[in-house]
């Protein structure tokens, strides 16, 4: 069996190794999309994989650490492309996650990435 919880964050970022004159090496700013995924199996008594306000619980502080921010600011995030971002949080959450099974980032509504890890 397979959850999953949708997060939205706000934050700004530009890209640093684009050529100069790309839209993207300005300064601006998104309003991300991310959806963990987490696999196993259900518990017998509980009748769930994991409550979804412990999942909250464990992913808020992450959470917390992008939102409203300049993520190149961010230790690991000097280049954040949507790829990167996705492979930093997928190292925060993953050790308080073991079922963690892959993570959909969205930068737009058109447009993000999905890691299922290293």
Known sequence: MIIYQHFTFDAAHFLPHVPEGH???NLHGHTYHLTLYIAGDVLEQEGWILDFSDL??????VI?????TLLNNIEGL???TAELLAT???KKVKPLLPGLKKIELKETPSSGVIYEGE
């Open 78 to 80: 000097e280049n954040p």
């Open 56 to 61: 909250k619980a464990i992913v808020a502080p």
């Open 23 to 25: 839209k993207c090496r």
């Open 64 to 68: 917390g650490m992008l939102d409203h």
């Open 88 to 90: 930093w949080i997928w």
